[in-house]
Nanobody, 119 residues
Framework: QVQLVESGGGWVQPGGSLRLSCAASRSLFTINTMGWYRQVPGKQRELVASFTSGGGTNYADSVKGRFTFSRDNAKNTVYLQMSNLNSEDTAVYYC?????????????WGKGTLVTVSS
């Protein structure tokens, strides 16, 4: 099991910045994949950023150059630094983790944190 707790959402004006945090209940080294997704009501949940198996980071085209996905292994926490935000970034942001439990691959989700970008 992996529990994920997000924080850092809120309201910000266009052009502003926010940093989301996601604390995992166990060492990040025991988790195979981690990422951030977002969802707008009526739309599918979409990938924002994730760590690749090769150790790199994958970003959605819409956030490249504006968002940075990072990790602090000592704190079992990942972060999503969001800059130059616009109204299209308004969504509920979910932290995701994927890990093997024996031979089964399990997906885990946080409860989400709302980001609202408006003037």
């Amino acid at each position: 099991q992996v529990q994920l707790v997000e924080s850092g959402g809120g309201w910000v004006q266009p052009g502003g910045s926010l940093r989301l945090s996601c604390a995992a209940s166990r060492s990040l080294f025991t988790i195979n994949t981690m990422g951030w997704y977002r969802q707008v009501p009526g739309k599918q949940r979409e990938l924002v950023a994730s760590f690749t198996s090769g150790g790199g980071t994958n970003y959605a085209d819409s956030v490249k150059g504006r968002f940075t996905f990072s990790r602090d292994n000592a704190k079992n926490t990942v972060y999503l630094q969001m800059s130059n935000l616009n109204s299209e970034d308004t969504a509920v942001y979910y932290c995701h983790a994927g890990a093997y439990s024996g031979s089964w691959f399990e997906n885990y989700w946080g409860k989400g944190t709302l980001v609202t970008v408006s003037s």
